[in-house]
């Protein structure tokens, strides 16, 4: 099976723009999930879906915001961007988002806010 | 909420040494402990998980303890190689309801030199 697969890879934007990313999880999975990496808060929890309803959402602003497709892909969306921004986003998908199930990470979108 | 603390935040040891991480959670309905492994400009890769129901779990050079009495967990890493150089995130996830987000340490870098 291909593995999750996250685009763009690279994104440069300035401050008070927007900026969607996007993410196909694992065929047969329907549950993703988005995190923001950042040196200095490490791995945090943004906001997860499961047939197209958001069921869990992190401590990040509203303006950080997703959705999910019936074929499961889902997208991030983050509009007036901040400096603090910049951050390596993944997604990981598993099967259901059960507590016990594996969760398997993407590559990530590197974003960089100037 | 869940807080899950990693120690050392970097280790340093020789090729064919052993490697020791640790972590504690706070959540004692915690339930699914993982283990990632996150090479430079990669998403984390799940290397070995364990749960709630086993006290120890080994695959190779890899196991994984879990005391949940004590309310922590640990990776092993024997017979290390320069490969095994990269940042190691412990997680917890698990509560009272069935689905939960995965919280993750703040990382070890381990360093295997030759």
């Known amino acids: 099976k291909a593995g999750v697969t996250q685009t763009p890879r690279y994104l440069i934007k300035t401050r008070g723009q927007q900026v969607t990313l996007s993410c196909s999880p694992i065929?047969?999975?329907?549950?993703v999930s988005w995190y923001q990496q950042t040196p200095g808060q490490g791995l945090q929890f943004l906001f997860e879906y499961f047939s197209e309803t958001q069921r869990n959402k992190g401590n990040f602003p509203g303006r950080f915001s997703g959705r999910q497709f019936s074929n499961s892909r889902s997208e991030m969306n983050v509009s007036t961007l901040e400096l603090g921004d910049s951050a390596l986003y993944l997604c990981a998908s598993s099967p259901r988002g059960l507590n016990q199930e594996t969760q398997y990470f993407g590559p990530g979108t590197r974003l960089l806010v100037l | 909420g869940e807080n899950v603390e990693q120690h050392p935040s970097t280790l340093s040891v020789q090729e064919g040494d052993s490697a020791v991480i640790k972590c504690t959670y706070s959540?004692?309905?915690?339930?699914?402990f993982p283990w990632y492994k996150q090479e430079l400009g990669k998403g984390p890769q799940l290397i070995i998980d364990?749960?709630?129901?086993?006290g120890e779990k080994k695959d190779q050079r890899i196991a994984v303890t879990l005391n949940k009495t004590a309310k922590h967990f640990s990776l092993h890493i024997t017979e290390t190689q320069p490969e095994d150089s990269a940042v190691y995130f412990c997680?917890?996830?698990?509560?009272?309801?069935?689905?939960?987000?995965?919280?993750f340490g703040t990382g070890t870098r381990l360093l295997v030199s030759p």
């Open positions: 997680a917890a996830r698990g509560g009272n309801t069935g689905f939960q987000k995965l919280v």
């Open positions: 364990i749960r709630s129901n086993v």
């Open positions: 065929s047969g999975h329907r549950s």
């Open positions: 959540d004692s309905a915690s339930n699914y």
